[in-house]
């Protein structure tokens, strides 16, 4: 069996000085596995399931369609022609899907049987394209927000009954996001520069703990928390005359941590928590590339530009469960006798290898990585001039330490293909 490194994909740390030094220009470009089309309007709406089976997305042609993960293979639709369809999420279970739409209507839907079991009237509409809708973490509960009265409302998976509001003011909420413990609820909104806040309420009594003033003058958009529940990601709408930036904040205390130059309205946790995936936005909010980010500390890792020819405008973004892909929504358009017509579109992307975390002592070193599934080979180099020999034997884990014999030594980690 024979070997071969693709040494593109990689990343340099000097471990002298513990900083992670990310060669962005001499990394491959990630692979496009897979392009699905389908929907005959743009993709406002992603999400994968928790064993990473199937992907959902949310069409403004008020469709729902369902991915194969591994291929793109089309499993099924589930129809709303009344209005377009602004989010959907899976259950935690992976039974249901919840979808969001313009009709002010929340659905509960069976993937086993494909069908709807519970229509919930009186969610709020979304006023930009963008909504969202999200079970607790024990799928207990689903979460959107309430029309009329700028706050969240609660309701019961089991026989959709509402079961309580969560009440902050402000001029809409459109983003909303439970804590992985389920402890806390997060929800943001704003237009035109009205109530660019974040309100969070700690789920157990309703109450109201916190409002984050955000640096972002038009409107807080997507928001995240990281796999562990440590920090909290905010996504900001791409807009000219407005100044935005993603940012960051710890939850301990609600401080923020990291200002992220950019403007993105959609954005995902790697698994690991190590990275925050960005769809970044043009002034005029066309999403234009994919960019990761090494996070608290907001390091730039890789810049996806080579993306739009297969995936079109880039929208929502999310990581597969075991963060070897990412699924990009997107849209494509053309001009015709008729007008402009949209086709949204659903890629698989692979994840890059990369180097996320560094630890150093006088013995040792203690290197993580992200990526996909398979082998990685770490190799070191005294100058970073093409000098680069193998540290150790391949391995398949995400974390490895080897002897801190050179502290003066560059690595990288190399995909295996074997």
């Given amino acids: 069996m024979n070997s071969s490194v693709r040494c593109g994909r990689l990343a340099a740390v000097a471990a002298a ?45 008020g469709t729902i369609r369902l991915w194969k993960a591994a291929d793109g293979s089309a499993q099924g639709i589930l129809s709303n022609p009344s209005a377009r369809v602004s989010a959907v999420a899976f259950s935690p279970d992976g039974r249901l899907l919840a979808s969001l739409s313009d009709d002010a209507m929340l659905r509960l839907w069976s993937l086993a049987s494909r069908t709807l079991i519970t229509n919930i009237a009186g969610v709020a509409r979304s006023l930009g394209s963008e909504n969202s809708v999200v079970f607790s973490p024990d799928g207990a509960l689903v979460a959107a927000g309430v029309g009329g009265t700028n706050g969240v409302g609660l309701w019961r998976v089991s ?78 709408e791409p807009n000219a005359n407005f100044p935005a930036a993603v940012e960051l904040w710890r939850v301990s205390d ?54 739009t020819p297969n995936t079109g405008l880039v929208g929502p973004v999310v990581f597969s469960p075991d963060g070897s892909r990412l699924f990009v929504g997107g849209h494509i358009s053309r001009n015709t006798v008729n007008g402009t017509v949209f086709q949204g579109l659903v890629s698989a992307v692979s994840a890059p290898t990369m180097i996320t975390a560094v630890k150093a002592s006088t013995s040792q070193i203690t290197i993580g990585l992200s990526g996909g599934p398979g082998r990685y080979q770490l190799q070191k180099s005294t100058n970073l001039r093409g000098d680069w020999t193998n540290a150790g034997e391949p391995v398949s884990v995400r974390q490895l330490s080897i002897p801190a014999s050179d502290p003066r030594a560059f690595f990288r980690a190399v995909e295996i293909s074997e």
Avoid at 42 to 61: E, M, P, R
Avoid at 272 to 298: E, K, M, N, Q, Y
């Fill in 159 to 236: 026989d959709g009954s509402r079961v309580g509001s969560l009440l902050g003011g402000g001029s809409g909420t459109e983003w909303i996001a439970f804590s992985p413990d389920g402890a806390f609820l997060a929800a943001a909104g704003g237009y035109r520069g009205i109530d660019a806040t974040i309100k969070v309420w700690r789920v157990v009594n309703r109450a109201l703990v916190k409002t984050i003033s955000t640096s972002n003058e038009y409107g807080v958009r997507q928001l995240a928390f990281s796999p562990d529940g440590a920090f909290l990601a905010s996504g900001a």
């Fill in 254 to 307: 609600w401080a923020r941590l990291d200002r992220i130059p950019i403007q993105g309205r959609y954005l995902a946790f790697s698994p690991d928590g190590t990275l925050l995936a960005i769809a970044r936005g043009d002034p005029v909010g066309r999403g234009i590339a994919v960019d990761l980010w090494h996070v608290p500390g907001a390091n730039l890792a890789r810049s996806l530009t080579e993306l």
């Fill in 17 to 61: 000085c513990l900083r992670v030094a990310f060669d962005v220009t001499a990394q491959t470009n990630s692979v496009v596995i897979w392009t699905a089309s389908g929907h005959s309007n743009g993709v406002a709406g992603l999400a994968v399931s928790a064993d990473g089976s199937v992907v959902a997305s949310a069409g403004w042609d």
